[in-house]
Protein backbone atom coordinates (compact mmCIF):
# COMPACT_ATOMS: atom_id res chain seq x y z
CA UNK A 1 0.00 0.00 0.00
CA UNK A 2 1.59 3.06 -1.30
CA UNK A 3 1.52 6.24 0.66
CA UNK A 4 -0.77 9.12 -0.37
CA UNK A 5 1.00 12.51 -0.79
CA UNK A 6 -0.64 16.07 0.44
CA UNK A 7 0.66 19.13 -1.04
CA UNK A 8 0.39 22.12 0.76
CA UNK A 9 1.24 25.36 -1.63
CA UNK A 10 1.13 27.73 2.14
CA UNK A 11 4.37 28.92 3.23
CA UNK A 12 5.08 26.75 6.42
CA UNK A 13 6.40 28.45 9.07
CA UNK A 14 8.85 26.85 11.40
CA UNK A 15 10.06 27.66 14.90
CA UNK A 16 13.45 28.75 14.57
CA UNK A 17 11.97 32.07 12.65
CA UNK A 18 12.88 30.05 8.59
CA UNK A 19 10.04 29.25 6.36
CA UNK A 20 9.68 26.38 4.07
CA UNK A 21 8.05 27.59 0.74
CA UNK A 22 5.84 24.90 0.59
CA UNK A 23 5.15 21.06 2.32
CA UNK A 24 4.55 17.75 1.47
CA UNK A 25 3.22 15.16 3.67
CA UNK A 26 3.21 11.58 3.03
CA UNK A 27 0.79 9.77 5.09
CA UNK A 28 -1.32 6.32 5.36
CA UNK A 29 -5.31 5.73 6.49
CA UNK A 30 -7.02 2.59 6.79
CA UNK A 31 -10.47 2.23 7.67
CA UNK A 32 -13.35 4.41 7.44
CA UNK A 33 -14.21 7.26 9.35
CA UNK A 34 -17.08 7.91 11.10
CA UNK A 35 -18.69 11.88 10.20
CA UNK A 36 -17.46 13.05 13.93
CA UNK A 37 -14.21 11.62 13.85
CA UNK A 38 -15.28 8.98 16.88
CA UNK A 39 -13.24 6.38 15.82
CA UNK A 40 -10.25 8.40 14.77
CA UNK A 41 -7.08 6.72 15.85
CA UNK A 42 -3.89 8.55 14.79
CA UNK A 43 -0.53 7.07 15.54
CA UNK A 44 2.73 9.16 15.43
CA UNK A 45 5.74 7.14 14.21
CA UNK A 46 9.57 7.28 16.19
CA UNK A 47 12.62 8.32 14.68
CA UNK A 48 13.43 5.82 11.74
CA UNK A 49 9.46 4.90 10.62
CA UNK A 50 7.02 5.32 8.50
CA UNK A 51 3.75 6.03 7.81
CA UNK A 52 2.75 2.53 7.03
CA UNK A 53 1.58 1.68 10.60
CA UNK A 54 -0.14 -1.53 9.70
CA UNK A 55 3.66 -2.59 8.26
CA UNK A 56 5.76 -1.66 10.74
CA UNK A 57 3.41 -2.39 13.94
CA UNK A 58 1.56 -5.45 12.37
CA UNK A 59 1.21 -7.01 16.12
CA UNK A 60 -0.62 -4.11 17.27
CA UNK A 61 -2.63 -2.85 13.54
CA UNK A 62 -4.94 -4.68 11.67
CA UNK A 63 -7.88 -7.32 11.62
CA UNK A 64 -8.65 -8.32 14.91
CA UNK A 65 -5.90 -6.50 16.54
CA UNK A 66 -6.42 -3.90 19.19
CA UNK A 67 -6.47 -1.26 16.62
CA UNK A 68 -8.39 -2.45 13.87
CA UNK A 69 -9.29 -0.49 10.18
CA UNK A 70 -12.65 -2.78 10.48
CA UNK A 71 -13.50 -0.19 13.14
CA UNK A 72 -11.40 2.48 13.57
CA UNK A 73 -10.20 5.00 11.22
CA UNK A 74 -6.55 5.11 11.59
CA UNK A 75 -4.08 7.50 10.48
CA UNK A 76 -0.29 8.14 10.45
CA UNK A 77 1.39 10.84 8.21
CA UNK A 78 5.39 10.28 7.72
CA UNK A 79 6.94 12.89 10.09
CA UNK A 80 8.11 16.34 8.93
CA UNK A 81 12.23 16.23 8.05
CA UNK A 82 12.49 12.36 7.17
CA UNK A 83 12.80 10.80 3.97
CA UNK A 84 9.57 8.84 3.20
CA UNK A 85 7.87 11.42 1.05
CA UNK A 86 7.40 14.19 3.72
CA UNK A 87 9.35 17.48 3.00
CA UNK A 88 12.65 16.68 4.41
CA UNK A 89 16.36 17.00 3.37
CA UNK A 90 15.86 14.50 0.61
CA UNK A 91 12.58 16.03 -1.01
CA UNK A 92 13.28 19.17 -3.56
CA UNK A 93 13.54 22.55 -2.24
CA UNK A 94 10.64 24.51 -4.89
CA UNK A 95 13.02 27.78 -5.00
CA UNK A 96 16.08 25.80 -6.13
CA UNK A 97 14.79 22.83 -7.81
CA UNK A 98 17.30 20.81 -5.72
CA UNK A 99 17.18 18.76 -3.15
CA UNK A 100 17.01 20.22 0.25
CA UNK A 101 20.20 18.33 1.35
CA UNK A 102 22.15 20.05 3.84
CA UNK A 103 20.54 23.08 3.78
CA UNK A 104 16.24 21.92 5.10
CA UNK A 105 16.40 24.26 8.18
CA UNK A 106 16.12 22.81 11.95
CA UNK A 107 12.88 21.67 12.69
CA UNK A 108 11.34 21.10 16.18
CA UNK A 109 8.95 18.25 17.49
CA UNK A 110 6.38 21.02 17.53
CA UNK A 111 7.02 21.96 13.65
CA UNK A 112 6.61 18.27 13.38
CA UNK A 113 3.13 18.57 15.22
CA UNK A 114 2.72 21.87 13.33
CA UNK A 115 2.32 19.71 10.21
CA UNK A 116 -0.04 16.88 11.54
CA UNK A 117 -1.90 19.30 12.36
CA UNK A 118 -2.11 20.72 8.38
CA UNK A 119 -2.85 17.38 7.47
CA UNK A 120 -5.89 16.83 9.87
CA UNK A 121 -7.27 20.28 8.67
CA UNK A 122 -7.04 18.60 4.84
CA UNK A 123 -8.55 15.21 5.80
CA UNK A 124 -11.24 17.29 7.79
CA UNK A 125 -10.80 15.39 10.63
CA UNK A 126 -12.87 16.93 13.21
CA UNK A 127 -11.57 14.79 16.35
CA UNK A 128 -8.99 12.36 17.29
CA UNK A 129 -10.47 9.72 19.68
CA UNK A 130 -7.33 8.07 20.46
CA UNK A 131 -3.55 9.48 19.66
CA UNK A 132 -1.02 7.13 19.70
CA UNK A 133 2.74 7.45 20.20
CA UNK A 134 5.87 4.82 21.73
CA UNK A 135 9.48 6.93 21.84
CA UNK A 136 9.79 9.81 19.82
CA UNK A 137 6.50 8.99 18.27
CA UNK A 138 4.78 10.12 22.23
CA UNK A 139 6.83 13.58 22.33
CA UNK A 140 4.71 14.35 19.42
CA UNK A 141 1.46 13.33 20.89
CA UNK A 142 2.19 14.68 24.24
CA UNK A 143 2.86 18.33 22.30
CA UNK A 144 -0.46 17.87 19.84
CA UNK A 145 -2.59 17.65 23.24
CA UNK A 146 -1.05 20.62 24.27
CA UNK A 147 -1.13 22.63 21.88
CA UNK A 148 -4.88 20.91 20.33
CA UNK A 149 -6.44 19.64 23.68
CA UNK A 150 -10.03 20.01 22.61
CA UNK A 151 -9.23 17.52 19.59
CA UNK A 152 -7.89 14.99 21.28
CA UNK A 153 -9.90 12.37 23.33
CA UNK A 154 -6.98 10.18 24.32
CA UNK A 155 -3.64 9.71 24.81
CA UNK A 156 -1.75 6.30 24.73
CA UNK A 157 2.42 6.70 25.17
CA UNK A 158 4.71 3.98 25.14
CA UNK A 159 8.37 4.08 26.54
CA UNK A 160 8.23 8.19 25.71
CA UNK A 161 9.50 11.17 27.89
CA UNK A 162 8.03 14.39 28.84
CA UNK A 163 11.13 16.06 27.59
CA UNK A 164 14.28 14.35 26.53
CA UNK A 165 16.87 13.70 28.79
CA UNK A 166 21.02 14.37 29.39
CA UNK A 167 21.25 10.90 28.41
CA UNK A 168 19.25 10.76 25.15
CA UNK A 169 21.02 13.91 24.31
CA UNK A 170 24.56 12.58 24.84
CA UNK A 171 23.41 9.01 22.85
CA UNK A 172 21.82 11.40 20.13
CA UNK A 173 25.37 13.76 20.20
CA UNK A 174 27.84 10.67 19.54
CA UNK A 175 25.31 9.26 17.02
CA UNK A 176 25.78 12.65 15.38
CA UNK A 177 29.44 13.15 15.62
CA UNK A 178 29.61 9.23 14.18
CA UNK A 179 27.83 10.77 11.05
CA UNK A 180 29.99 14.04 10.81
CA UNK A 181 32.85 12.00 11.48
CA UNK A 182 32.45 10.59 7.68
CA UNK A 183 33.32 13.32 5.32
CA UNK A 184 31.25 13.13 2.96
CA UNK A 185 27.89 13.71 5.09
CA UNK A 186 27.60 16.96 4.14
CA UNK A 187 27.55 16.51 0.67
CA UNK A 188 24.85 17.06 -2.29
CA UNK A 189 23.83 12.93 -3.04
CA UNK A 190 21.38 10.44 -1.32
CA UNK A 191 24.10 8.63 0.08
CA UNK A 192 26.25 11.20 1.36
CA UNK A 193 27.42 10.60 4.62
CA UNK A 194 26.23 6.10 4.81
CA UNK A 195 29.43 5.22 6.38
CA UNK A 196 28.83 7.64 9.12
CA UNK A 197 24.93 6.77 9.23
CA UNK A 198 26.09 2.90 10.07
CA UNK A 199 28.45 3.91 12.97
CA UNK A 200 25.17 6.14 14.24
CA UNK A 201 22.52 3.29 13.93
CA UNK A 202 25.42 1.02 15.75
CA UNK A 203 25.68 3.25 18.78
CA UNK A 204 21.83 3.81 18.68
CA UNK A 205 20.85 -0.60 18.77
CA UNK A 206 23.07 -0.46 22.12
CA UNK A 207 20.41 1.44 23.61
CA UNK A 208 17.42 0.03 21.76
CA UNK A 209 18.06 -3.26 23.73
CA UNK A 210 20.72 -3.79 26.61
CA UNK A 211 23.08 -6.16 28.16
CA UNK A 212 20.75 -9.30 28.46
CA UNK A 213 19.67 -9.46 25.34
CA UNK A 214 22.80 -9.30 23.69
CA UNK A 215 24.52 -11.93 25.65
CA UNK A 216 21.17 -13.81 25.08
CA UNK A 217 20.39 -13.79 21.92
CA UNK A 218 24.41 -12.57 20.16
CA UNK A 219 26.52 -15.36 22.34
CA UNK A 220 29.60 -17.08 20.56
CA UNK A 221 29.38 -20.86 21.67
CA UNK A 222 33.11 -21.23 20.15
CA UNK A 223 35.21 -20.10 22.94
CA UNK A 224 38.10 -20.36 20.45
CA UNK A 225 37.08 -17.42 18.56
CA UNK A 226 39.13 -14.66 18.36
CA UNK A 227 37.19 -12.41 15.57
CA UNK A 228 34.23 -12.65 13.25
CA UNK A 229 31.71 -12.67 16.64
CA UNK A 230 27.92 -12.99 16.34
CA UNK A 231 27.52 -10.02 18.11
CA UNK A 232 29.78 -7.78 15.75
CA UNK A 233 27.78 -9.41 12.85
CA UNK A 234 24.85 -8.47 13.97
CA UNK A 235 25.89 -4.98 14.49
CA UNK A 236 27.29 -4.46 10.78
CA UNK A 237 23.58 -6.19 9.48
CA UNK A 238 21.54 -3.36 11.42
CA UNK A 239 24.21 -1.02 10.24
CA UNK A 240 23.98 -1.49 6.65
CA UNK A 241 19.99 -2.46 6.54
CA UNK A 242 19.67 0.92 8.08
CA UNK A 243 22.20 2.27 5.38
CA UNK A 244 19.73 1.32 2.37
CA UNK A 245 16.87 2.70 3.58
CA UNK A 246 17.19 5.71 5.63
CA UNK A 247 19.40 8.82 4.98
CA UNK A 248 21.96 10.36 6.95
CA UNK A 249 21.24 13.97 6.74
CA UNK A 250 18.09 13.31 7.95
CA UNK A 251 19.24 10.88 10.60
CA UNK A 252 21.20 14.09 11.80
CA UNK A 253 18.18 16.49 11.33
CA UNK A 254 15.67 14.41 13.16
CA UNK A 255 18.22 13.83 16.20
CA UNK A 256 18.59 17.49 16.83
CA UNK A 257 14.53 17.62 16.80
CA UNK A 258 14.32 14.90 19.27
CA UNK A 259 16.44 16.72 21.45
CA UNK A 260 14.26 20.28 21.24
CA UNK A 261 11.60 18.02 22.84
CA UNK A 262 10.63 19.51 26.59
CA UNK A 263 6.84 20.45 26.66
CA UNK A 264 7.81 23.19 29.21
CA UNK A 265 9.87 24.81 26.91
CA UNK A 266 8.18 28.50 26.03
CA UNK A 267 4.86 27.81 28.34
CA UNK A 268 6.68 29.45 31.75
CA UNK A 269 6.07 27.09 34.11
CA UNK A 270 7.87 23.67 35.13
CA UNK A 271 7.34 20.53 33.31
CA UNK A 272 4.88 18.99 36.11
CA UNK A 273 2.52 22.09 35.76
CA UNK A 274 2.67 21.38 31.87
CA UNK A 275 1.71 17.70 31.99
CA UNK A 276 -1.41 18.94 34.64
CA UNK A 277 -2.79 20.78 31.56
CA UNK A 278 -3.33 17.52 29.98
CA UNK A 279 -6.69 16.57 31.40
CA UNK A 280 -7.82 13.68 29.01
CA UNK A 281 -7.45 10.39 29.65
CA UNK A 282 -3.73 8.96 29.27
CA UNK A 283 -2.23 5.34 29.43
CA UNK A 284 1.24 5.08 29.74
CA UNK A 285 3.13 1.83 29.32
CA UNK A 286 6.78 1.87 30.40
CA UNK A 287 9.37 -1.22 29.63
CA UNK A 288 11.55 -2.41 32.64
CA UNK A 289 14.54 -3.39 30.82
CA UNK A 290 14.58 -0.11 28.90
CA UNK A 291 17.75 1.69 28.97
CA UNK A 292 16.84 4.81 26.09
CA UNK A 293 13.70 5.68 27.91
CA UNK A 294 13.38 4.36 31.42
CA UNK A 295 10.40 3.77 33.36
CA UNK A 296 11.07 6.24 35.47
CA UNK A 297 10.01 8.24 32.65
CA UNK A 298 6.86 7.41 32.35
CA UNK A 299 6.19 7.08 36.46
CA UNK A 300 6.78 10.50 36.76
CA UNK A 301 4.37 11.42 34.17
CA UNK A 302 1.81 9.23 35.52
CA UNK A 303 2.45 11.01 38.93
CA UNK A 304 1.72 13.98 37.85
CA UNK A 305 -0.96 14.26 35.16
CA UNK A 306 -4.02 14.24 35.76
CA UNK A 307 -5.66 11.15 34.54
CA UNK A 308 -3.28 8.52 34.18
CA UNK A 309 -2.94 4.91 33.87
CA UNK A 310 0.31 3.29 34.15
CA UNK A 311 1.39 -0.68 33.42
CA UNK A 312 5.07 -2.02 33.27
CA UNK A 313 5.80 -4.63 30.99
CA UNK A 314 8.35 -7.01 32.47
CA UNK A 315 10.11 -7.72 29.29
CA UNK A 316 14.06 -8.46 28.05
CA UNK A 317 13.66 -6.37 24.74
CA UNK A 318 14.52 -3.01 26.10
CA UNK A 319 13.16 0.16 24.31
CA UNK A 320 12.48 -2.19 21.11
CA UNK A 321 10.08 -3.26 23.83
CA UNK A 322 6.68 -1.39 22.53
CA UNK A 323 7.46 -2.78 19.38
CA UNK A 324 8.01 -6.39 19.60
CA UNK A 325 5.46 -6.93 23.00
CA UNK A 326 2.52 -6.45 20.93
CA UNK A 327 0.65 -9.20 22.69
CA UNK A 328 1.10 -7.92 25.91
CA UNK A 329 0.02 -4.26 24.85
CA UNK A 330 -3.00 -5.13 22.92
CA UNK A 331 -4.03 -7.21 26.13
CA UNK A 332 -3.53 -3.60 28.11
CA UNK A 333 -4.76 -1.43 25.20
CA UNK A 334 -8.48 -3.20 24.89
CA UNK A 335 -8.68 -3.12 28.44
CA UNK A 336 -8.58 0.22 28.61
CA UNK A 337 -10.46 1.35 26.01
Known amino acids: MSAKVFHSKAVFHLESGET ?3 LQIAYHTYGTMQPDGSNVVWVCHALTANSDVADWWTGLIGEGKAIDP ?4 IVCANILGSCYGTSGPSTVNPVTGKPWYRSFPAVTIRDIVKAHMLLRAHLQIPYIQLLVGGSMGGYQALEWALMEPDTIGKLFLLCTGAAESAWGIAIHTAQRLSIE ?20 RAIGMLTYRNYQTFVRTQSDPDKEKTDHFRASSYITYQGDKLVKRFNAQTYWLLTKAMDSHNIARGRHEDITASLS ?4 PVLLIGITSDILCPPEEQQFMAKHLPEATYHEIDSSYGHDGFLIEFEKIGKILQSWI
Do not use: N
Open 277 to 280: HIKM
Open 70 to 73: ARHF
Open 20 to 22: LPE
Open 181 to 200: ADHTWEQETAHAGHKGLKAA
